[in-house]
């Protein structure tokens, strides 16, 4: 007796007789003969031919029913494995292609980028990225084990476009996302771009400005001869504060466009917070910033933060 059941997949990153003999490693160590047949159909399509031959009657502890559902659960968890891992990019780039048809060939390639990191890396926490990478390949076999129970031949696209739907809208949300994160990220470059050419063509009103952040965010601006910066630039921005409409880190940025110094000095008392103004500040002005690695001012904040800590 003999189960049989043919893959028919695409050429490229085609590891799928590979992945069927890792997972059939139980079968065969029970003495189960496993022949798996790998032919070229043309330049983009393998077919793969499986066999699992059984003996006439049942043997042993299992029954012959048992050994074929075992070996069609493991051919399903394979080829699912198979799907995410040389279907998926293909899958995205299809979908790119088709809603960006004007994007130039670099934003394409970013674009996929993004959609294979968002597939992968879709939350913050890496536990849940991990159970959702899980929970989606094991609906995929779910849906494999399902067609082969009866079907004898499984060709991996058709199956795709029309058994896995709901894949496939995934697919399109990490295209989506991927379109709205470059949207995102060309505005932004945009903007500071915008801001470093008002710093260059601007006349500095000061300088020189030093500016020391607290681990909490607060900051603290001071010229080269150690005086404190105007409170008038903070003043400007305090009524839109108080409605909220700007925050401390857009304060932060604006008061240093503003004066446009030829230098930056950032005191590094403490590693910087990890903040989208302290971004911001080193993409605009770049080569005028400098860092100071540890100074009397320096040594007085983390000397004061240090107390505050101490119960």
């Not at 995205?92 to 060939?105: H, V």
Request: hydrophobic letters at 40%; glycine letters at 4%.
């Amino acid at each position: 007796m003999v189960y049989e059941l043919q893959v028919i997949t695409q050429r490229a990153n085609n590891r799928l007789g590979e992945l069927i003999n890792e997972r059939l490693e139980w079968i065969k160590q029970r003495g189960y003969e496993v022949e798996i047949i790998c032919e070229r159909l043309d330049d983009d399509t393998d077919s793969l031919i499986f066999r699992l031959y059984l003996p006439d009657r049942d043997e042993g502890v299992f029954r012959i029913e048992d050994i074929t559902y075992i070996c069609k659960h493991q051919l399903a968890e394979a080829i699912a494995e198979h799907i995410v891992t040389a279907w998926e990019s293909r899958l995205l780039w299809r979908e790119i292609q088709r809603t960006c048809r004007a994007f130039p060939p670099g934003d394409k390639a970013r674009l996929l980028s993004k959609a294979e990191e968002f597939m992968k890396c879709c939350h913050s926490s890496e536990s849940l990225n991990l159970l959702m990478n899980f929970g989606r390949k094991s609906r995929i076999a779910s849906r494999i084990l399902g067609y082969i129970e009866d079907a004898p031949q499984l060709v991996v696209e058709g199956f795709i476009t029309f058994w896995m739907q709901d894949y496939l809208t995934e697919i399109k949300f990490a295209v989506e996302v991927a379109i709205e994160e470059l949207r995102n990220e060309k505005e932004y470059n945009d903007f500071v771009n915008l801001l470093r050419y008002f710093v260059e063509t601007q006349p500095p009103k000061i300088q020189e400005v030093n500016l020391l952040m607290s681990s909490n965010g607060v900051f603290y601006l001071w010229d080269s001869a150690g005086s404190k910066i105007d409170d008038n630039y903070i003043e400007y921005y305090l009524e839109d504060m108080l409605f909220e409409e700007i925050d401390l880190d857009d304060v932060l940025v604006s008061i240093l466009v503003t004066i446009a110094p030829r230098r930056i000095v950032i005191h590094e008392n403490n590693p910087l917070p990890s903040k989208e103004s302290v971004t911001m500040i080193r993409n605009v002005f770049q080569d005028r910033i400098v860092t100071c690695q540890g100074c009397e001012r320096c040594g007085q904040l983390k000397g004061h933060e240090a107390g505050l800590r101490r119960p």
